[in-house]
């Protein structure tokens, strides 16, 4: 007979052992709470943002119904880490067994075989190794009580004396599992884990070789090994699809959805359960409820079976089917369990995540309004809630900014992915005099008064004299020294103000520029950029001072001496051929066209422009490197923007372009 049950329970296949307590809910909504329990989740992926506290209830309706404290656990976040331990002192069953033998007096005697069956604890670690694939594990620690009551026969003098004598065996085990979920879409998740992986025994706790503790060995916890595989597929954004299959060839599918009630979170659902080593074939139906808040998850849950349940079960029928999963086994009874999670966060909750930043331009200090009107850097950014978020995003160079600097607000749509521009703001009168590498702060801030997210991107900062080689920003190289060169313009014209003033007004601008050109080729050389690695421009008082520069430095000083008394200019870019480029000045005499004759017969020295009030106004082009005199440069200005910009169609083909700078 023996013989024949170990045969028999090695063909036999384990009960439905993922059973949840929860009910294999899914996250409806931003969910901050465990949605399953180790036995349906051993891998212990979960969504808990930080800490969480768990309480679970349990009744049996048994015969008499029987209610406890199932479970109460511990959880902790730490970034991508995620710690679970819990105490289980409901997850008990315990199973007596009598039979009865006849005394010598024809009386009968119970004797009593007593299973008890315990979870003592668990605990779980999980990690996400990227956003779409998190690994995990967790071991539970059982313990088996088993004893069995026997009669022994003491003879003396008078009559044979039948006393009750009992052994005990205490069997203690540990249990690991392992799985991994992977989650390619938002709306579908993929997990497989094992069951049994390994099995860690304790010796017993006696150390006899009884034929009862052999016998035992038919009533310990069944340790098949197997694969249990979940899917979980959100066709719609409130209604959920969840199956388990088991390599025993049982399996749980059920249907959930739910729904917002005044801000809340409502769901609820049903599954059916399916198992070889139980009757009907859908051997029951579990129903589940669940309420959450953004503090307080309150979950009902039950299982109802369908075959009879109450009937006296045998010791013989035990070692046959034996026990796979306290939870849910041959013997089990109706069950309902209420479950309350604590969701605590010491830290602000994030809604933003950056995934990337890319700096779109270095740092020059001298062109610090460039920063004002456009993005430095952007970053892509994505929104991790189920709504509307207002992202304030600021960074921060210490270099370079006095704080923070604020860009605009931003709204991103639920779940989307958007990128933010990052503007700064230079601190004024900055004086770096060697190029470096800083690192920049990026930081979200949606509702909360500490980040969302920060990254840190190291950025080129370059000194005061660098220039990014676009001629429009030269213009914050003339303004730079407007102050000096004014003062310097004027100190100039001042010997000249009695003719000046004998002059046609009409011409008097022309002649001013005359003049400051003539005065300034006396004391100015050409000199070549002393650096040929990266743009490098003088302030118009570094170019007195050090009497020369290159094209860019004296267009830019003379053009400051111009700006600095009122009279417009503006650059014309030579675009690079052959990686040459070149820099000279356009400048506006303030003539109308019919007073152009007033400086010149030659039509091809000067070109018509329009005024900020659509008037018609004579500029000259001046070579600013031609130090002859005013005459000469002015010539040599004329004649290389006639045929480059003319001739060549040079402006239409944008080879030449006309950059003001006002």
């Excluded at 709470?33 to 349906?40: D, I, T």
């Excluded at 979960?46 to 656990?73: Q, R, Y």
């Excluded at 052959?578 to 070109?607: E, R």
Aim: hydrophobic share 40%; with cysteine; proline share 3%.
């Amino acid at each position: 007979m023996g013989l024949v049950i170990v045969m028999l329970l090695s063909e036999m296949t384990y009960s439905q052992v993922s059973f949840d307590i929860y009910g294999n809910l899914p996250s409806f909504g931003e969910s901050k709470f465990r949605l399953n329990s180790l036995e349906g989740n051993p891998l212990n992926f979960n969504l808990t943002k930080d800490w969480e506290f768990s309480l679970s209830l349990s009744t049996f309706f048994s015969t008499p119904a029987t209610s406890n404290l199932h479970m109460v656990s511990i959880a902790k976040r730490f970034n991508g880490h995620y710690l679970y331990a819990r105490y289980t002192p409901g997850i008990l069953r315990k199973f007596e067994f009598t039979k009865a033998e006849s005394k010598v007096d024809d009386s009968l005697q119970v004797f009593k075989t007593n299973l008890v069956y315990q979870e003592r604890f668990g605990f779980g670690y999980s990690y996400n190794l990227t956003k779409e694939l998190s690994a995990g594990f967790s071991f539970r620690y059982f313990q088996q009580d088993f004893s069995e009551q026997f009669p022994e026969f003491i003879a003396d003098t008078t009559k044979q004396v039948i006393i009750t004598q009992t052994e005990e065996i205490n069997k203690n085990f540990w249990r690991g599992d392992i799985g991994i979920e992977y989650i390619p879409f938002d709306n579908l998740r993929l997990s497989l884990y094992s069951h049994n992986f390994f099995i860690l025994g304790e010796n017993f706790k006696n150390d006899t070789n009884s034929d009862f503790e052999i016998k035992t060995n038919h009533f310990d916890i069944k340790t098949n090994k197997s694969a249990i595989f979940n899917i979980s597929y959100l066709p719609w954004k409130f209604f959920n699809l969840n199956m388990t299959y088991e390599t025993s060839n049982s399996f749980i599918i059920g249907a959930n959805t739910g729904f917002k009630l005044f801000g809340e979170n409502l769901a609820f659902g049903i599954s059916v359960l399916h198992d070889r080593f139980q009757e009907p074939t859908i051997a029951g139906i579990n129903p589940k409820l669940s309420y959450s808040n953004e503090l307080l998850s309150i979950t009902f849950s039950g299982i109802h079976y369908f075959g009879s349940r109450n009937k006296t079960r045998s010791l013989n029928e035990f070692r046959i089917f034996g026990i796979h999963s306290l939870t849910n086994n041959y013997f089990s009874n109706d069950m309902a369990f209420l479950n309350f999670n604590l969701a605590l966060s010491f830290r602000p909750e994030k809604s933003v995540k950056i995934l990337d930043v890319k700096i779109l331009k270095e740092i020059y200090p001298t062109l610090a309004d460039v920063y004002l009107n456009q993005p430095f850097a952007v970053a892509k950014v994505v929104n991790l809630t189920n709504k509307k978020v207002t992202v304030k995003p600021s960074s921060y160079i210490s270099e370079i900014n006095k704080e923070s600097v604020q860009s605009p607000q931003v709204t991103i749509l639920p779940k989307d992915t958007l990128k933010i521009p990052f503007y700064t703001i230079v601190k004024e009168n900055l004086n770096i005099q060697k190029r470096k590498i800083e690192q920049v702060a990026f930081i979200l801030k949606t509702t909360n008064s500490t980040p969302d997210d920060e990254i840190q991107k190291p950025i080129l900062v370059n000194d005061v004299h660098s220039w990014d080689g676009n001629v429009r920003n030269l213009k914050y190289f003339v303004e730079h020294d407007y102050d000096f060169s004014t003062k310097y313009a004027k100190k100039i014209l001042s010997a000249y103000k009695d003719s000046l003033e004998q002059t046609n007004i009409s011409v008097r601008n022309f002649l001013r520029v005359k003049i400051l050109f003539n005065e300034f080729a006396k004391k100015m050389s050409y000199v070549a950029d002393r650096r040929a690695s990266f743009d490098n421009v003088q302030f118009p008082s570094e170019t007195i001072e050090l009497k020369g520069g290159d094209c860019d430095d004296l267009s830019v000083f003379f053009a400051s001496l111009l700006e600095g008394i009122g009279i417009q200019t503006a650059f014309v870019d030579y675009k690079p051929i052959d990686n040459i480029g070149h820099v000279n000045l356009m400048i506006n005499t303030n003539l109308t066209p019919q007073q152009a004759s007033l400086i010149t017969s030659n039509d091809k020295k000067f070109i018509i422009r329009k005024n900020t009030d659509g008037k018609d106004e004579v500029w000259i082009p001046l070579e600013v490197t031609d130090l002859t005199n005013f005459e000469s440069a002015w010539d040599t200005g004329a004649k290389k923007f006639y045929e480059d910009a003319i001739n060549k169609l040079g402006l239409a083909k944008g080879n030449v372009e006309i950059i003001d700078n006002y």
